[in-house]
C-alpha cells in the first residue's frame, strides 16, 4: 500500500532525502518543520496546508512534526518528531500516525514524540558544524532552533562543541524542486486537466446576467468533485475588472459584449495547475476584442516555441514581447517603428508583467531565474507558465472601442528534451472554437 500523496511513492522521497543529505554533506544537519494549522477566526482553522518543502522531504501530511536529516549518523539519518497517538483528540481530529505510523508509513529510521524535541535535538546538534534551516519563513520555530545553538555555544564555553553557521536549506531545496520527475510530471498533468475541465464548464455556463461569484463556483463545483483543491484564490473579471491584475471581489453583473478574464487552478496531490482563458460573455467578440485576443494568442504561441531545452528564461518573455509590440502597432494602439518601440518598452502601457513563472509544489514555484546573473537556461523536467496579455484602460488616446478590453492566455508548460509539452493544450483558445464553446450553454 503506498501511503503517500498522488503519484509520489515512499521511494522518491526517500531518494529526495539522499539527494539533499549528499548536498549538505556529513558534518551538517538539516531542520524542517511543518506548516502549523493557522486560525481564520476564533475557533476555526483554515484547511490545513503542509508546508511544500516539509512535503517535498517527507510526505508527511500532519501539523506539529519536525523532520530532521543527519547525514552519516550510524543509528539513524532521518528522524521525524511527531504528534503522539492519543485516542480522545483522535476521536475529535481524526488519526494521527504517531510515532510507529512515521517509521512505518512514512519511512523514517527513528521517530520521536514532537514534545521531546527540547531534549534530544540539541544532543544530535553537538558534532555538527553547520545547520541547515530557512530562517524568517516559520517564525515562530525560528527562536527555538536559535534558543537550541545559543544553548550549546554556551556550553562550548566549558569545551563541547556546537554548530558555526546557519545556512539556508530552501537554497539546496529550491534547485532540487525546480527538475520535475515522472511522478512529479504525472501530477501536474492531472492539475492541469482537473483545471481544464472547470474552465471548459464554466465558459459553457457564462451568458449575460450571470454573476461572477456563480462563474466561480462552478470552477470550484468541478475542483472538489476530483478532489482537487483552489491552488490559489480564482480571478473571475467581467469588463474592465479584467484589467485588475489581481482582481478577487467576484462580485459584479456579467454584461453582454463584456470579455470574462477567467484565471484559476486547482492543486492535486500538492501540485498546481495555473490557467487562463479570456472569453466573450455573450458568446461573440466585438472586432476589437477578437482584434487583440488575437494578438495576445500570437504571443503566447510565439512564447511556447521558445521553451525549449538550451533556451534561456527570458527567451519566451521576449518573444512575447516583441509579438505583442508588433500587434499592438498592426492594430493602431502603438504608432512608430517596432526596434524603437521596443526600445522604448512602449509596450508597458498594454502588457507590464512577466510572461510566466515557475510551476510546481507553489504555483510561483521556487527555483532562481538567474544564476550568475544570467537567466537560467531551461532544462528537461522544468514546468512554467506561458501567459502574455494585453490590458487596456480607457485613455484619450485610445479609441474608445478598446477601452477596457483584458486579454490574457495562460497554458502550463513543461520542458522536455524536444518540443514542449503544453499541459493544457486541450482547452480550446482559438477564438472560432471559443465562441462555439460559450455559445454552447
Not at 485576443?293 to 525549449?308: F, H, K, N
Request: hydrophobic share 40%; glycine share 10%.
Amino acid at each position: 500500500m503506498n501511503h503517500a500523496h498522488g503519484g509520489v511513492g515512499r521511494a522518491e522521497f526517500a531518494r529526495r532525502r539522499r539527494e539533499l543529505m549528499r548536498v549538505i554533506g556529513r558534518d551538517a544537519m538539516a531542520i524542517l518543520p511543518a506548516a502549523p494549522v493557522r486560525h481564520r477566526n476564533g475557533d476555526v482553522e483554515y484547511a490545513y496546508r503542509q508546508d511544500s518543502h516539509f512535503h517535498y522531504v517527507t510526505g508527511f501530511p500532519e501539523p506539529e512534526a519536525v523532520a530532521v536529516l543527519v547525514p552519516g549518523r550510524p543509528q539513524a539519518e532521518y528522524l521525524l518528531f511527531v504528534r503522539e497517538r492519543d485516542a480522545q483528540r483522535e476521536s475529535w481530529d481524526g488519526s494521527r500516525a504517531g510515532t510507529e505510523g512515521a517509521v512505518q508509513r512514512f519511512g523514517a529510521d527513528d521517530a520521536f514524540p514532537i514534545a521531546d524535541i527540547d531534549e534530544i535535538l540539541p544532543g544530535l546538534m553537538e558534532d555538527r558544524s553547520r545547520i541547515f534551516y530557512s530562517m524568517g519563513i516559520h517564525l515562530e520555530f525560528d527562536p527555538r532552533v536559535v534558543g537550541w545553538v545559543n544553548g550549546l555555544r554556551a556550553q562550548a564555553r566549558q569545551g563541547a562543541g556546537g554548530p558555526q553557521e546557519f545556512v539556508a536549506l530552501s537554497h539546496v531545496l529550491d534547485d532540487m524542486r525546480l527538475y520535475k520527475s515522472r511522478a512529479e510530471q504525472a501530477n501536474l498533468r492531472r492539475a492541469a486537466d482537473v483545471a481544464v475541465g472547470a474552465h471548459r464548464r464554466a465558459m459553457r455556463f457564462v451568458r449575460p446576467g450571470r454573476m461572477e461569484y456563480e462563474v466561480m463556483a462552478e470552477l470550484l463545483h468541478e475542483f472538489r468533485s476530483h478532489n482537487a483543491d483552489l491552488s490559489y484564490h480564482p480571478i473571475v473579471g467581467g469588463g474592465a475588472n479584467a484589467c485588475v491584475m489581481h482582481y478577487r471581489d467576484n462580485d459584479q453583473p456579467l454584461c453582454d459584449g463584456d470579455l470574462l478574464l477567467l484565471d484559476a487552478g486547482c492543486e492535486v496531490d500538492y501540485y498546481a495547475s495555473d490557467v487562463t482563458r479570456t472569453f466573450p460573455v455573450g458568446g461573440r467578440f466585438t472586432p476589437a476584442q477578437r482584434a487583440v485576443y488575437e494578438v495576445v494568442l500570437e504571443a503566447q504561441a510565439c512564447a511556447i516555441r521558445q521553451v525549449r531545452a538550451g533556451n534561456n528564461w527570458n527567451d519566451p518573455h521576449e518573444a512575447a514581447v516583441r509579438a505583442v509590440t508588433a500587434g499592438l502597432i498592426r492594430i493602431g494602439l502603438l504608432r512608430g517603428r517596432l526596434p524603437r518601440l521596443l526600445k522604448a518598452q512602449a509596450y508597458r502601457d498594454f502588457f507590464d508583467h512577466r510572461t510566466g513563472h515557475w510551476l510546481g509544489i507553489d504555483v510561483h514555484d521556487v527555483g532562481d531565474y538567474k544564476v550568475g546573473g544570467e537567466w537560467r537556461v531551461l532544462e528537461a523536467g522544468m514546468a512554467l507558465t506561458v501567459e502574455p496579455g494585453i490590458y487596456i484602460r480607457p485613455a484619450p488616446k485610445v479609441p474608445r472601442e478598446f477601452w477596457n478590453i483584458g486579454v490574457r492566455i495562460e497554458d502550463d508548460v513543461l520542458v522536455t528534451a524536444g518540443a514542449p509539452e503544453v499541459l493544457t493544450a486541450a482547452l480550446e483558445k482559438d477564438p472560432d472554437e471559443i465562441e462555439t464553446l460559450v455559445q454552447a450553454a
